[in-house]
């Protein structure tokens, strides 16, 4: 990974250099893990390192990281903000270590189960803005009726995520293969014209509320915000170009052909129309989300084969290694890591049921 530094300080003072090909591979799955679900980068390899060490200063840091002190102390901020992580003073000095401070299925089972719990506060907001478009509607302001469509769409789409993961541990499949065949809300039919709508001022700030809504939600904790405002805009607005995504992102053309690039190699847009001159018109289904998930869920389970093979090979070199400092801490976070990614091989069956009804 590009973030993480390939040519370390000594760092023998922290873990044996027989593991740091462990270390490496481990934060290296971890950040894949991070990139798949559009983690800040930067972010989650601090996050990886803490997890893997316990605790860590952050001149300790910057040498596992490669990062600089100034950014490795904005992140650190940041992530204390969320309270998952703490920061205690050293005694007698003005040095402080940082620490993760849950456990290991806070990011995976129970993360899932707190960001899933976050999603009803996020369905109450989201009807009062319902509400609210449609007055905007009846008073014909431009943007409102698409703009309640598509909110109508995203809480069907919200109510089918929390019945797919009601628990990561005790799914309710009934419920699940129910919700499955439910017809959908059709976003796409032939009579609809594939076009952009500009937005009339009022509706424009619905709009914007609603976006900084869905960033702040625990649903996206740690994410890359302007991904997640990228996707944010197809939620809303259905249809989109670069250069209108350039335009209300205020993002450079590279960075927006970038994400757009992505989200389509990943089947979570699609290209719904191509003019004369080869201008594309980007749209996205009801299930924007759903696709996203389904995309997580995939490359999660090929990563499945890297943790076996890691874990094999610890397994194979463990009477020679089982002594050194680091050992028990790399092992405990492979098997509980390689444990938690099987399972969700369960819930894309489950996904891909759903979006290919």
């Excluded at 959908?184 to 500009?198: G, P």
């Excluded at 994400?259 to 719904?272: F, G």
């Amino acid at each position: 990974m590009s973030v993480v530094k390939d040519t370390r300080e000594s760092q023998s003072h922290l873990f044996d250099e027989k593991l740091r090909s462990y270390e490496d591979k481990l934060v290296e799955i971890i950040l894949d893990i991070g990139q798949t679900k559009r983690s800040n980068p930067k972010m989650a390899a601090i996050a990886c390192y803490l997890l893997i060490h316990g605790k860590l200063t952050q001149k300790e840091l910057k040498e596992l990281t490669g990062f600089s002190m100034g950014t490795i102390s904005t992140y650190l901020s940041v992530m204390i903000g969320t309270g998952n992580f703490q920061k205690i003073r050293i005694p007698h000095t003005h040095t402080f270590t940082y620490s993760f401070s849950g456990e290991l299925d806070f990011l995976t089972t129970k993360a899932i189960d707190f960001a899933l719990n976050s999603l009803s506060s996020l369905q109450f907001f989201l009807k009062k803005k319902r509400e609210s478009l449609r007055k905007l509607a009846e008073n014909s302001l431009k943007g409102a009726k698409r703009l309640e469509e598509r909110i109508e769409e995203l809480l069907e789409s919200l109510e089918r995520y929390i019945v797919i993961f009601p628990t990561i541990d005790n799914p309710t499949k009934e419920n699940q293969y129910k919700i499955a065949s439910k017809p959908l809300i059709q976003s796409v039919n032939e009579q609809e014209e594939v076009l952009e709508i500009d937005y009339d001022p009022e509706v424009y700030l619905e709009e914007d509320e609603i976006l900084n809504q869905i960033i702040s939600s625990p649903f996206f904790t740690m994410r890359d915000p302007m991904f997640i405002r990228i996707l944010g805009f197809f939620i809303t607005r259905k249809y989109l170009t670069q250069e209108t995504l350039k335009r209300i992102t205020g993002l450079s053309s590279g960075k927006i052909s970038e994400e757009v690039n992505q989200l389509l190699k990943y089947n979570i847009i699609y290209i719904a129309h191509t003019s004369e001159k080869g201008k594309m018109t980007y749209g996205a289904s009801s299930f924007i989300l759903l696709r996203f998930s389904r995309y997580v869920l995939n490359r999660m389970s090929e990563l499945v084969k890297q943790l076996e093979d890691m874990k094999l090979n610890l397994d194979k070199n463990k009477q020679s290694l089982e002594s050194l400092e680091g050992f028990s801490q790399i092992y405990r976070i492979v098997d509980y890591t390689l444990n938690a990614i099987g399972k969700y091989g369960y819930y894309r069956e489950i996904i891909d049921k759903i979006l290919e009804s």
